[in-house]
């Protein structure tokens, strides 16, 4: 076969899930089951992988999308809980007494607090965490996702404490000859750990940005003014607050390594940010909200926007009381994945269920039930019950109502995984995987200059798989050895294999299943290709930015890398910046 009809076909399932869902806006269940069917097909006809091999991927797919519902179902129980037990009113109340204003919260919540629980757990988990709580103070469901998912890129490459560095790129790259020759006599550990430091150099140069870009997409789509410069109006701010997140994420991984640079850093920029804006530092003058509630558009809102408040009558609790149970969470999850005995036996054997050799595939299923963040969340909201003193009714409806969400997500899940696992695992006699057959298409395709479309690889693994670390797992290999067929040496391999990174973190803003799973958490139900069209935008901005960049550090001094990377920061905003939606009529009662 042709290997430029065997690429097209590698893209298929691909293109069959970005023009059902982003171009067509049909729904997830319904885009991910075509893609699945025609994933399947074209593995088992075109590609000749065994069918053992597509069932055992099939089955493995099921259960991490169970993994997943079942960490939606504990974040969302969380987020019941403290509404019905009163919490939710105090936190809403602490923010707006830090700043009313909704780009503010944005960025304190999405940016920082987003990027710590990324540090701490990964896989999804701020937007699970965060998008709930930005409902429960007044965000509409959809912006909540937006911005969440925004900012599900430059921590992720540090996310659940360096797993995609520690996990991905050192099993990619570990025990392989062409690695071991061309790094040697650098220990294969200390060129780990220099990726490390270029992964975060790169994303700090790139992702300083993103909380101005989140607000003005903010503001954009969900003003009633629908404009960019809305946002870019605190860009003082934005600035700020985005270099109080960078600097010390930089400064952490090249002095200590890639476990605890969106961990860490995350927490300073807090510590730093939040007395800030209570003292008005670079504060805007004019104060952002959303539209009136009436006038919203159908389409931003989800089940959670239409909470009631049991408590409403109630005395307010005291603030440190309301926060108590997300304290909870990034203690448990720290505590869980930084203090080796525990971790090791969360994740035992003894703790692990295991599905061994699906139908003789070769092809392993396992749950570490315990170790997951969803059981973290179900425990916060036991803590919540008796900290907050609910009653069993409150708590009870809090358990209905999560179930609900839970099960609304489930179909789309259920389906979005195993064609990502059949996808993966499509390798056969004759064959390559297909995401191999895509990458060494591309790679065919820009020589020299791949430096240049090396994150894009990496966006598109993550885009497909999920997961920043999985992404790293199938392509730091093939980053590799491509970069040293084009003479880059060990320095120049190093970079390219941080540009797959940088890419697998920025594809996490329009993969699949963490729009559905950010979606369900707020119960906004088949709106997925609407969101991901959003953040096509800080993604494209993102992997372009990251190849410039790259390419500059490549060639090295002052360079027209530089420039070019000048310019494109530049004209992406001026771009947003002269872009201006037309407000909606407002929606008349009748």
């Known amino acids: 076969m042709p290997a430029f009809l065997t690429f097209l076909l590698a893209l298929l399932p691909i293109a069959t899930v970005f023009v059902l869902l982003v171009v067509l806006a049909r729904s997830a269940k319904f885009s991910m089951f075509v893609a699945y069917v025609v994933t399947v097909i074209t593995a088992l006809v075109v590609w000749g992988t065994d069918f053992a091999k597509v069932a055992g991927a099939t089955v493995n797919g099921v259960v991490t999308a169970a993994s997943l519902l079942y960490i939606v179902f504990g974040a969302i129980l969380m987020l019941y809980a403290l509404e019905e037990s009163g919490g939710i009113r105090a936190i809403r109340g602490g923010f707006t007494r830090i700043s ?225 149970p997300y304290v909870f969470v990034v203690l448990m999850l720290v505590l869980t994945r930084t203090i080796a005995p525990v971790k090791a036996f969360l994740t035992s054997p003894e703790m692990t269920l295991a599905l061994r050799d699906l139908f003789g595939s070769g092809i392993n299923a396992t749950v570490q039930i315990l170790y997951l963040p969803g059981t973290i969340l179900i425990l916060a909201s036991l803590f919540t019950f008796f900290l907050h003193k609910m009653t069993a009714r409150d708590y009870g409806r809090a358990l209905r109502s999560s179930g609900s969400t839970m099960i609304a997500a489930a179909p789309a899940l259920l389906l979005a995984v195993p064609m990502v696992q059949v996808f993966l695992n499509s390798a056969s006699e004759r064959l390559s995987s297909m995401p191999i057959v895509l990458a060494e ?53 190093a970079l390219v294999v941080a540009l797959q990174a940088i890419g697998g973190a920025a594809g996490n803003m329009i993969c699949v299943h963490n729009v559905v799973a950010a979606s369900a958490t707020v119960g906004l139900v088949d709106r997925e290709g609407e969101i991901i069209r959003k953040t096509l935008i800080p993604m494209g901005y993102y992997v372009v930015q990251g190849g410039l960049i790259g390419t500059a550090l490549i060639a090295g001094g002052f360079n027209i890398w530089w420039v070019l990377a000048i310019v494109w920061a530049v004209a992406v905003i001026a771009l947003m910046a002269m872009n201006r939606g037309r407000a909606p009529a407002p929606v008349t009662a009748g």
């Open 100 to 324: 009313p204003d909704r780009r503010i919260q944005a960025i304190i919540i999405a940016w920082l607090f987003g990027a710590l629980i990324e540090g701490a757990s990964g896989f999804g988990t701020p937007a699970a965490i965060a998008a709930p709580l930005l409902v429960a103070i007044g965000f509409p469901a959809m912006a909540a996702v937006m911005v969440t998912l925004i900012i599900q890129s430059t921590p992720v490459s540090f996310g659940a404490v360096g797993t995609p560095i520690l996990v991905g790129v050192r099993t990619g790259l570990l025990d392989q000859e062409i690695v071991n020759q061309t790094i040697a006599p650098v220990p294969f550990l200390e060129y780990l750990f220099g990726i490390a430091a270029k992964v975060a150099l790169i994303h700090g140069l790139v992702g300083f940005l993103i909380p101005l870009l989140m607000i003005g997409m903010l503001t954009r789509f969900f003003g009633a003014n629908r404009s960019f410069m809305e946002g870019f109006r605190v860009w003082k701010f934005a600035l700020f607050a985005g270099l109080a997140f960078t600097v010390p994420y930089y400064i952490i991984a090249s002095l200590l390594g890639p476990e605890f640079p969106s961990l860490v850093g995350g927490i300073i920029g807090l510590l730093i940010v939040i007395p800030a804006a209570r003292r008005g530092f670079l504060m805007p003058k004019d104060t952002f909200d959303f539209p009136a509630r009436k006038d919203w558009d159908p389409a931003w809102v989800g089940k959670l926007d239409d909470l009631e408040d049991h408590k409403a009558d109630a005395p307010i609790m005291a603030l440190g009381k309301a926060w108590a």
């Open 441 to 493: 298409g591309v790679s065919a395709l820009t020589g020299q200059a791949w430096p240049l479309f090396a994150p894009l690889i990496g966006a598109m693994g993550a885009f497909v798989a999920g997961s920043n670390t999985i992404s790293n797992m199938m392509f730091s290999l093939f980053q590799f050895s491509t970069a040293e067929q084009i003479g880059l040496g060990a320095t120049g391999a």
